[in-house]
T-cell receptor, first 109, second 114 residues
Framework: GQQVMQIPQYQHVQEGEDFTTYCNSS?????IQWYKQRPGGHPVFLIQ?????EVKKQKRLTFQFGEAKKNSSLHITATQTTDVGTYFCAYQAGTALIFGKGTTLSVSS | DGGITQSPKYLFRKEGQNVTLSCEQN?????MYWYRQDPGQGLRLIYYSQIVNDFQKGDIAEGYSVSREKKESFPLTVTSAQKNPTAFYLC?????????????FGPGTRLTVL
C-alpha cells in the first residue's frame, strides 16, 4: 500500500543541537499524526495535524503540516538526552493508520 | 499506553507451533489493532477490528488470525504458516476507529520462534 517516506532514517546529534525529521507523501493526506517510541518501549501519541499549513508547538517540539498536505515535519530545538527514541509519522488510510518507518534519534551529552 | 495490557512481555516458541498473544483494554474503545514491528521497518498493520465480531485484514495478515468476541479483548494467533514470526508485536486501541482518532498502544510482546 501507499507509504510515507521518513527522512532521515537515523540521526545522531550532540545535546543542545537541533533536530528535524521529515515525512513525505506522494498524495494528499487527510491528517498526519506523530508518535514517539523510546528504546524498548511502545509508541506514544504526540500530536495530530489536520489543517493545511498547520503549525503546533509542544515545548521544544514544533510540528508542521505542509500547505499541500503532502508533507510534515517535526523539529526539536536544543535536544536533550530524554529526546532519544524513534519518531514515527502516521496517516489515516480508511479506518487504518499507516506508519512511516521512523527516524531514530540518538543524543550524546 | 495506560489501559491496554499485553502478556507476556517475552514469549518463546518452537518452530511449527501456533501461539496466541493476548491484548486486553479497559478504555471502552471500539477499535483495536495489531501491528508487527521489525528493526528498521516501522509498524506494519496485521489486523484491525472496529467492532465486536468484526475484523479486517491489514497489510500483512497472512499467517495470522484474530478474534473479537468481546469489546475488551483482541487476541492474535501466530500460526505455523507465518514464515518469519519472530518480531515485536504491538496491540493498540482507539475510541472508534474513525479518522482523527488517536491510537493507544500496549507495552508489546516480543516473540521469538526457535
Amino acid at each position: 500500500g501507499q507509504q510515507v517516506m521518513q527522512i532521515p532514517q537515523y540521526q545522531h546529534v550532540q545535546e543542545g543541537e537541533d533536530f528535524t525529521t521529515y515525512c513525505n507523501s506522494s498524495t494528499t493526506l487527510s491528517n498526519i499524526q506523530w508518535y514517539k517510541q523510546r528504546p524498548g518501549g511502545h509508541p506514544v501519541f504526540l500530536i495530530q495535524l489536520v489543517k493545511s499549513g498547520e503549525v503546533k508547538k509542544q515545548k521544544r517540539l514544533t510540528f508542521q503540516f505542509g500547505e499541500a498536505k503532502k508533507n510534515s515535519s517535526l523539529h526539536i530545538t536544543a535536544t536533550q538526552t530524554t529526546d532519544v527514541g524513534t519518531y514515527f509519522c502516521a496517516y489515516q488510510a480508511g479506518t487504518a493508520l499507516i506508519f512511516g518507518k521512523g527516524t531514530t534519534l540518538s543524543v550524546s551529552s | 499506553d495506560g489501559g491496554i495490557t499485553q502478556s507476556p512481555k517475552y514469549l518463546f516458541r518452537k518452530e511449527g507451533q501456533n501461539v496466541t498473544l493476548s491484548c486486553e483494554q479497559n478504555l471502552n474503545h471500539d477499535a483495536m489493532y495489531w501491528y508487527r514491528q521489525d528493526p528498521g521497518q516501522g509498524l506494519r498493520l496485521i489486523y484491525y477490528s472496529q467492532i465486536v465480531n468484526d475484523f479486517q485484514k491489514g497489510d500483512i495478515a497472512e499467517g495470522y488470525s484474530v478474534s473479537r468476541e468481546k469489546k475488551e479483548s483482541f487476541p492474535l494467533t501466530v500460526t505455523s504458516a507465518q514464515k518469519n514470526p519472530t518480531a515485536f508485536y504491538l496491540c493498540a486501541s482507539s475510541s472508534s476507529g474513525v479518522t482523527t482518532d488517536t491510537q493507544y498502544f500496549g507495552p508489546g510482546t516480543r516473540l521469538t520462534v526457535l
